[in-house]
């Protein structure tokens, strides 16, 4: 089975899922860059509830993919993100078991959004202990830029995708199944819970049980 989603700021739990139910996973990194989608941000669990990290990128680039979108040289993101997720994060569970390589990632330097948002995705890939293979659409052959052209590369595969793509995403020549996906109920840092937070938020509080806690998640998992 396959999916095919441009790659996302560390990611939240549906896109993890989505990895963890194929066997291969092309980060569409040649797809249009989506303003107000997850493809530069983020959202962390806050005492006031969530709060967004966002990745700045530099103006007059509509219509671009995410491999040619520059990251604004000016703000110092990366800095301020880190100490976001230490200000959130720092005296959960398993913060300390992840923590070295967070701090790698966000040592290093990205002049284009689908650079980080690739190494985001592969850390969260690496973290939760996957066996998906990942593909970067830029490096493919082709480098596809439609979900057709993606999946021939991969043919007579099952292409899954989550339900907000139900329709969007649908063409004839593809073998389609949704993802039945109900997003858990977990322990948090903070008072209560609140859904769609980045998938950091669970593995900063189950640490190596997040992979199967998870699982439980898919529906026939």
Known sequence: MLSVRPPEYFPGLEFVALMMSVE????????????????????????????????????????YPSV???????VDWRQRHWKAL???????????????????????????????TCA?????????????????????????CTMLEAARSFPHQVVLL????????RHREMKIRMLDFM???????????VSGMTALDLLFNYG??????LERAIAGS
């Open 68 to 74: 040619r979108t520059r990251i604004s040289p000016i």
């Open 208 to 213: 190596p049980d997040s992979a199967a806690l």
């Open 86 to 116: 230490v200000h959130s994060y720092g005296r959960t569970p398993f913060f300390a078991r992840y923590e070295a390589a967070l701090a790698d990632f966000f040592a290093t330097e990205h002049t284009f959004l689908a650079d980080a």
């Open 24 to 63: 291969d996973f092309v980060m569409a990194d040649m797809f249009q860059y989506s303003r107000q989608s997850f493809q530069n941000r983020t959202r962390v669990r806050s005492s006031q509830g969530a709060h967004w990290l966002t990745v700045p990128l530099s103006g007059g680039q509509h219509g």
């Open 162 to 169: 989550p339900p907000a793509a139900a329709h969007a995403d």
């Open 120 to 144: 985001s995705v592969t850390l969260t890939h690496a973290l939760f202990g996957l066996r998906t293979r990942l593909w970067r659409a830029s490096v493919m052959e082709g480098q596809p």
């Open 183 to 193: 997003h858990p109920t977990y322990r948090q840092a903070f008072a209560g819970f």
